[in-house]
């Protein structure tokens, strides 16, 4: 109401005015002239910066088309290519994301962009095989894919790429899968009570301990590493969990996701108990049927074209271990279940990796006479049982009882996420440490430095193309200013499919100053 | 309330009332400094001629014709209204909950994720559910700001309408109901998954799109394949924006303009550099993530030859209703950022995002009179609006 009001004075107020503005108008018509020369000048300028543009242009695709051609080669450095022999004062090429040569007497081509690594050493990217919580953007849930999720921006990533790893496998279990896990571990008779309680405060809170059975100290709170005996798993439903194998490359998501399926991934106690394992027996046998008739049936195609193709029983990913194309992964520390999962890999003929294994120096010939590799953490500490003390709990020599039995072992730290929560030296940044812990076991170094390079790349079926130093590999490297397992060593600069994703320098992860 | 004042210059609304119907609308504004964010650049002592809202003349020496009012503005700057491209609304009952959604607080957006971020967010058509009325407060705004256009969203996916600043008459600001096509984006299979099969089947459905009705998401989608008409995608990370750049390669044709704020953009600027894309930021100095570096990410884009535009929305400040709009962009421009580009980067680039170049985003024969009139020049820190016309009409004067 106020503004109709506020209108009408307003108008009569304009009225009054507009007389004096017809004065003003007149006295300015008369003032202009039509003069515009400045226009055209303006237009002529114009033109010039167009002609200049064109060239810009054709410049910078020339330079496009160099990009892709572009070869990086890291000269001077000691190349420990893992495969092979170390080549001292070597030379790598780097072209299009692979490694297009490696050794000491190569030629720099014209127009390469030369790193200079004098003085320092070169090993391929490591390889983490448990990891959580690094380049993801969000837990996928489910009808969310893996792929859909990536942040190559994670700042985990650059956490990770400063302690030399480039690649990792993923392993995602959502708030719904844990929960589910928790309420049937109280279903189980016979979990200790306690740890059952510390394990829901440690979801709850989402505080990573690294391992399960870790104890809180009465007096401080703060988790000590668990030293109590190891019994077998409590049985547990066969689902298999996610895995995923992306790599490390900063800001790039061209070329991060490596593969969705790597593992056939089963909890600790999915083949405990003779229920379990006559599930087991029965799915891998509806698997096995499945692929004759998969292949009867293709014979049968050629010949009528309209025969009825079988109808699929099992999971892509169990058909995919049935046909060794992945292997299965299981945790699994103590020893009679160790010799478990032994007996079912040699019945049911499939290819199987040991999570933990803490117990599983006792058996080393039977893993290596049945291809059974091992993923060992060389600071994981359990107690021996009473009266077994000679033949259970952890053993400090078991990467030297691996070594020389010939199971290959690679090596996760104590915990699989970037840990600020006063874990310090026991998160996934204590990688290349942890290696150095399995050299204090008695392997040697050269073992210690495959465990995270080619024995992870054998084990996710990536062998091809990461974890050595080859021509037509990946060109994941690492240039670094020491021992590969020196714990004074730094990364100095991490390169991911040819890109540089992490210099020390630039990203101030970790000290920049020179010791 | 004072904004909402009709009359301070009562010249306009009397040749309005007065010549109403009868004779053309004719008035004259000399003694300005111009620019005209065109070729011609900036004009000192310049003369403008509106005639129906439209600019019928510029330039330094105009012929005035005998029946024009004439407006002495000497002192002032005149420049096109800033367009902002992206200015998110809230329509009450239109958020189920399930899709993730974007919240403007203080002027700044914010994505928020859903109860279920599995949920594929639902398609909108803006000028189905917006009740003109309401945009009242939000066009007021924008016009206290110096916003004569604007592109209005809301969360989620749908189709925009474009409307004039027009607060007082908001039952006729939407000047167009079949706006442009925006979609938020998040790194998750859903979101996704609307981008790529939107622009993907709008290949097999685009010979039936023709005879479906006009204004149907197939058509929509079919349009901006073929790159008739922009997308505009608000993406909540600088991770998002690898997606859709990666869905973008299949498709050259589109145009997009992605929604960003400066850190995203920041992190991204290598890989966005040779791409056919517009970006759309805040205006102002930003901080390098993870660090306490401070950035210009517009005087970066400008060097990477990238091309982007500022959108008022995105600003916090408006909301407080600022005197000075343009503060933060003058700090850019003090920093590094070409004057010329900091100017275009508020009118003729957004213009040309939406592809209205032909009628907005400059003072230039033919285009609609919206002009923003300042008290000095336009990116000098202390800088205040005085005016604001749209199409010939003023929506707002500083007192």
Redesign the interface.
């Known amino acids: 109401m106020k503004?109709s009001k506020?209108?009408e004075t307003?108008?009569l107020?304009?009225?009054l005015?507009?007389c004096t503005?017809?004065l003003?108008?007149s006295a300015?018509?008369a003032q202009?002239?039509?003069?515009?020369n400045?226009?055209t000048a303006?237009?002529a300028k114009?033109t010039d910066k167009k002609k200049e543009e064109p060239d810009q242009k054709t410049g910078?695709s020339d330079k496009?088309t160099d990009t892709n051609k572009q070869v990086t080669a890291i000269v001077g450095g000691d190349i420990y290519t893992v495969t092979n022999e170390v080549i001292r004062r070597g030379t790598v090429l780097i072209q299009d994301g692979k490694i297009l040569n490696v050794g000491q007497d190569i030629d720099v081509p014209e127009g390469a962009k030369v790193i200079d690594a004098k003085g320092k050493i070169i090993t391929p990217g490591f390889i983490s095989m448990t990891t959580r919580g690094v380049g993801l953007?969000?837990t996928p849930?489910?009808?969310?894919?893996f792929s859909?999720?990536?942040?190559?921006?994670d700042?985990n990533i650059k956490i990770s790429l400063g302690v030399g790893i480039t690649t990792a496998c993923l392993q995602v279990t959502n708030s719904s899968s844990s929960s589910r896990r928790r309420a049937e571990n109280e279903l189980f008779v016979g979990l200790d009570p306690e740890i059952n309680r510390l394990e829901k405060t440690a979801i709850d809170f989402n505080i990573d301990f690294g391992d399960p059975n870790t104890a809180l100290c009465e007096c401080c709170g703060l988790p000590i590493l668990a030293t109590d005996t190891i019994e077998r798993p409590t049985p547990e439903p066969i689902r298999p969990q996610v895995n995923a194998v992306i790599k490390l490359s900063a800001?790039?998501?061209?070329g991060m996701m490596v593969s969705e399926s790597v593992f056939y991934h089963l909890t600790p106690g999915a083949l405990t108990g003779a229920l379990n394992q006559h599930t087991w027996r029965a799915n891998i046998r509806k698997a096995k049927d499945y692929l004759k008739a998969l292949e009867e049936h293709e014979k049968a195609k050629a010949k009528d074209p309209k025969a009825k193709a079988p109808k699929k029983p099992v999971s892509d990913e169990l058909l995919a271990l049935v046909q060794k194309k992945i292997a299965l992964r299981i945790s699994s520390d103590n020893v009679s279940a160790i010799r478990d999962n032994i007996e079912l890999a040699k019945q049911q003929d499939y290819k199987v990796v040991i999570d933990g294994a803490t117990e599983g120096w006792v058996v080393p010939d039977e893993l290596a006479e049945a291809g059974i590799s091992v993923i060992i953490t060389p600071r994981r500490r359990r107690s021996p049982r009473f009266a077994l003390e000679d033949v259970t709990g952890s053993n400090i020599e078991s990467s030297k009882v691996y070594e020389s039995a010939g199971v290959p072992f690679g090596i996760v730290p104590l915990s699989s996420s970037i840990s600020l929560n006063g874990l310090a030296g026991r998160d996934l940044t204590s990688l290349p440490l942890e290696a150095a812990f399995a050299v204090r076991g008695g392997c040697s170094e050269k073992t210690a430095l495959e465990a995270l390079t080619i024995v992870p790349a054998k084990m996710l079926g990536l062998q091809d193309r990461i974890g050595s130093i080859e021509t037509g590999k990946d060109a994941d490297i690492l240039i670094l200013n020491g021992q590969p397992l020196d714990y004074r060593t730094y990364v100095e600069t991490a390169i991911v499919n040819g890109h540089v994703a992490y210099e020390r320098a630039a990203d101030k992860v970790y000290p920049v100053y020179e010791r | 309330m004072t904004y909402r004042k009709f009359i301070l210059f009562p010249l306009l609304i009397c040749a309005m009332t007065a010549c109403h119907g009868l004779a053309d609308d004719v008035i004259a504004y000399r003694g300005a400094t111009i620019e005209t964010v065109s070729k011609a650049g900036s004009i000192q002592n310049g003369t403008v001629l509106l005639r129906n809202g439209k600019i019928e003349a510029v330039g330094s020496k105009v012929d005035l014709p005998t029946d024009a009012k004439i407006v002495d503005v000497s002192g002032q700057t005149i420049m096109p209204a800033l367009v902002d491209i992206y200015h998110p609304i809230t329509i009450s009952g239109l958020s189920s909950g399930s899709a993730s959604r974007t919240v403007v607080f203080n002027g700044r957006v914010f994505t928020i994720p859903g109860s279920s971020s599995t949920a594929a967010p639902t398609y909108v058509k803006l000028s189905d559910v917006v009740d003109p009325l309401s945009l009242d407060s939000d066009l007021s705004k924008l016009a206290r700001y110096g916003v004569g256009f604007a592109n209005i969203v809301v969360r989620g996916y749908g189709h925009s309408i474009h409307a004039k600043a027009t607060p007082d008459d908001s039952a006729s600001s939407i000047v167009n109901p079949d706006g442009t096509l925006f979609l938020s984006v998040t790194n998750s299979t859903a979101s996704l998954d609307v981008l790529r099969k939107g622009l993907k089947g709008s290949k097999s459905r685009s010979s039936s799109a023709s005879t479906s009705s006009p204004t149907s998401s197939t058509s929509l989608w079919a349009a901006v394949k073929e790159g008739k008409a922009p997308l505009i995608l608000n993406v909540n990370n600088a991770a998002t924006i690898m997606y859709v750049l990666q869905i973008q390669k299949e498709y050259d044709k589109v145009r997009m303009v992605i929604v960003a704020s400066g850190a995203d953009i920041y992190r991204s600027l290598d890989q966005l550099k040779d791409r056919k894309l517009s970006v759309l930021i805040k205006a102002g100095i930003d901080i390098a993530p993870r660090s306490n570096q401070r950035i210009n990410v517009a005087k970066l884009l400008a060097e990477a030859k990238i091309d982007f535009g500022f959108s008022a929305s995105l600003d916090r400040s408006l909301d407080s209703m600022p005197d000075t709009p343009l503060f933060p962009v003058s700090q850019l421009v003090k920093t590094g950022l070409p004057k010329d580009k900091a100017l275009s980067a508020l009118t003729m680039s957004p213009a040309k995002m939406l592809g209205m170049e032909k009628t907005l985003g400059s003072i230039e024969v033919g285009k609609q009179a919206n002009l923003l009139f300042l008290n000095g020049a336009p990116l000098d820190a202390g800088t205040t609006v005085q005016q604001l016309l749209v199409e010939g009409k003023s929506v707002y004067e500083n007192q």
């Open positions: 503004t506020q209108q307003h108008s107020t304009a009225l005015l507009v503005s017809f003003i108008g300015a018509v202009i002239n039509p003069k515009t400045v226009q303006d237009k114009t910078t496009k953007a969000g849930s489910r009808g969310q894919k859909d999720q990536l942040n190559p921006f700042n800001g790039r998501l061209d």
